[in-house]
C-alpha cells in the first residue's frame, strides 16, 4: 500500500467520522477508531522507507536464523534491510561497518567478535546520528540498545548444573571444558562465570580447559586424550553446540556415553536437540534465535519510534536461555520455515 | 645428486633421522615427566589423533616432492565430504555417496594441475585462488550455514572413526594403509619415480620426455584425493562436516608437518618417512601439551620454535646453493 492512498483513506475516514458526529450530536465515542488508525499511520510514517544495517560476524546458522526474523518484519513494516555477511574476518568486518556508517543508514546492528574490534566505529556511528544495536556482546562501547545472552551468566548456570550432577561425591568430579576461539569473549566471559561457581565446590576439579577453534575434530581430540588421563570424567562444558558433537563421538567411541556427560550452550541451532535427543548430549542451556531475532526487531523499531538522539540511552533485552533436558524440550530449538532460506 | 647425497648421508645425519631423535627426547621427557603418557590408551589415543593429519600430510608430499604447494587441499577435503554427507543424508548408499564426494575430490585436484601446467599459474596462488571458489559456490549453493550434519543411522560407517579389536584406533590403520599405498606407489611406480624427477628438476625432466604437464595433474589430484580419505575419516569421528576447517590453520599445521620431516619445498626430496616422523613429532608435542593443559598462547610459542628449528637443521643439511635458492627463498 503506498503512503497517498494510506493518507486519502486517513482523510475519508476522517470526513466520516465528522459526518457522523454532527449528525449524531455527540463527541465522544467515535475518536477511538480514529486514534487507532492514526496509531499505525504514525507507526508506519516513522518507519517506512527506515534504512537497517546488519553487520553479523559470518552467517552462520544462529545469524541466518536472527537475519530472516529481521529481514521479515522490517519487509512487512517497509524498511531497507542491508546485510554484510564478513565471514569471520574481523578486518573485513570492521571495514564493511566503517562504510555502513558512511552510507548513513537509520539503525545500526552489528554482532561483536570480541570486545575492541567494533568499539570506536560503534561510538563514530551514534555521533553521526545513526541507531547502534549490538547482539549477543556488547563491546567496551556501550550502545543505544544490547540484544542477547549474558555469556557470563550461562557460564555460571551450566557450572551450577554440573556440580548438582558430579559434585560433593555424586560424581568423580571431574570437568573439562571445551573453549571457542581463544580470544573469543563469549567463551571467554562463559569460561570465567563457570570457573567462578566451580571454584566454590571443592569437590569439583576442572581438569582440562582448553580452546577448539570451533572445531569439532580439534574437540573430539581433545576430548579423547583427557578421557586417557581421566576415565572417570564426569562433565564435559562445552560453549557451542557444533564443536561439542565432536567430543561427544570421542566419547562414544571410548565407549563412555553414560558416565562423561555434555552440557552445552547452545544457540537453539535444531542439530543441538537432535543430538540430545540422540542422548549425546546430557543437557543444553539453550536460547532461541528466532525469539532472539525478534527481539532485535523490537530493539530497532522501539529506538526508531522513540525518537531519542542516539547514543542518549542504554537498553538491554537480555535473552532468558532454557534448559533443554529431552524431546519434550524441543520448542527451546528453533526450526526454520521449509520455504524459508 | 644420488652419488652427492650419500655422501651428505654419512658426514651428517638426515633431516628426518634428526626429527625422530627430537622426537624420541621428547617421548622420554614426556614419560618421565608425565604421568599418564607411556600408558597404552594414551598412545592410541595420540596415535587417533594425528592420523587425519598424517593422512592429509601424505597427499600433501606428493605434491611437494613434484615441487608444488596444494593450499586448496583442506577446502577440497571440505567440500568433497560435505557433498558426500548430502547424498548420503538423501538415502543413497554410502559407498556410492563415498564414490561421488572422491570424484569431486578429484576434479578439483584436475583442475589445479590443469590450471597450473598447462595455463600456467604459479601453485601458490592457483590453488589459493581454487579454494576460495570452490568454498564459495559449495555455500552459496549447498550448505548455507557452514555446518552439515550427517543424519542418524550410518553406524555402520561412524565405525570407521571408532576402534577396531584391541582398542586400536580405525583412523590409525587408515593412515597406515595410506603410509604403505603412497610409499609404493613413489618408490616402486614410474609414476612415483617420475615424480621425484619432476621436483627436482622440472626442465630437465621435460626435456628427457617425461608428460610433465600429466604428472603435475596427477600430483594435485593425489593429494586431493588423498585428502578426501582424510576428509572421510574426520566426518566418521565427528558425524559432521563444519566448512570453516577450511579457513582454520589446518592447512599450514599439514605443510609444516611435511616440511619438518624433511620433504623439502624445493622438491624431489623426502619421502614417506618423513612424512610419518613430522607427523610424530606434531602429535606427541601436542599430545604432552593438552596433557600438561598447557593454554593456547604457550603452545603456539613452542609449535613456532619447532618449527623454527626444523627450518635452522633444513638450511644446515641443505645449504642453499644455485641449485635450491629459485624457490621460496
Known sequence: MSGSSSIKKMLQAGVAATVVTMAAGISTPSWSAEAREELRAAFDKTLKGKTVAWAPVWLGVLESEWTRVMKAHFDDYGMKFEVRDANFKSDVQLQAVSELINEHPDVLVVQNPNVTLLARELKRAMEAGIYVVQVNMASNTLSDAYVGVDARDMGRRLARNIIDDCGGGKGSGEVSILEGEATAAYSLDMKNGALEVFKTDPTIKVVSSQPTSWDANKAGEITATVLQQHPDLCAILSVWGPQAAGAAQAIKAAGKTDKAKIYVASDGQPADCDLLEQGLFYRNLSYRADTQGEAIVDAVIGLLQNGDKPGSKRIAYYTTPAWVKSKDDRAFCFSVPKDAK | ?329
Open chain 2, 1 to 329: 645428486m644420488s652419488a652427492d647425497s650419500a655422501r651428505w648421508r654419512l658426514r651428517k645425519p638426515s633431516q628426518t633421522m634428526a626429527v625422530f631423535a627430537m622426537c624420541v627426547v621428547l617421548v622420554f621427557v614426556f614419560s618421565v615427566a608425565l604421568k599418564g603418557f607411556m600408558t597404552v590408551g594414551n598412545l592410541f589415543a595420540l596415535a587417533r589423533n594425528i592420523s587425519i593429519l598424517g593422512i592429509l600430510a601424505l597427499g600433501m608430499a606428493v605434491v611437494v616432492i613434484g615441487r608444488g604447494l596444494d593450499l586448496s587441499q583442506v577446502a577440497s577435503l571440505a567440500v568433497s565430504t560435505a557433498v558426500a554427507i548430502i547424498v548420503m543424508n538423501a538415502g543413497y548408499p554410502t559407498a556410492l555417496a563415498l564414490f561421488a564426494g572422491l570424484l569431486l575430490a578429484i576434479a578439483i585436484g584436475v583442475l589445479n594441475g590443469f590450471l597450473i601446467s598447462v595455463v600456467e599459474m604459479p601453485p601458490l596462488l592457483t590453488t589459493l585462488a581454487s579454494s576460495l571458489a570452490v568454498l564459495g559456490i559449495t555455500r552459496s549453493t549447498l550448505v548455507p550455514h557452514y555446518v552439515v550434519y550427517l543424519a542418524k543411522g550410518h553406524d555402520a560407517f561412524l565405525q570407521l572413526g571408532g576402534n577396531i579389536a584391541g582398542g586400536i584406533p580405525a583412523p590409525l590403520v587408515v593412515f597406515a594403509v595410506a603410509a604403505l599405498f603412497v610409499h609404493l606407489f613413489l618408490s616402486w611406480t614410474v609414476a612415483g619415480r617420475s615424480i621425484y624427477a619432476h621436483g627436482d628438476n622440472p626442465d630437465a625432466a621435460r626435456l628427457t620426455g617425461l608428460p610433465t604437464r600429466p604428472l603435475t595433474m596427477l600430483e594435485y589430484a593425489l593429494s586431493s584425493a588423498i585428502g578426501y580419505v582424510g576428509g572421510v575419516v574426520m566426518i566418521s569421528e565427528t558425524a559432521l562436516m563444519h566448512l570453516q576447517v577450511a579457513e582454520s590453520t589446518l592447512i599450514f599445521d599439514v605443510i609444516m608437518v611435511v616440511v619438518l620431516g624433511g620433504v623439502s619445498l624445493v622438491g624431489g626430496r623426502g619421502n614417506v618417512l618423513s612424512v610419518v616422523v613430522g607427523t610424530l613429532l606434531i602429535g606427541v608435542l601436542l599430545n604432552g601439551m593438552t596433557i600438561m593443559d598447557m593454554d593456547v598462547q604457550t603452545q603456539n610459542i613452542i609449535k613456532g620454535i619447532v618449527l623454527l628449528v626444523a627450518i635452522v637443521l633444513d638450511s644446515y643439511l641443505h645449504p642453499r646453493d644455485e641449485e635450491t635458492s629459485k624457490q621460496g627463498d
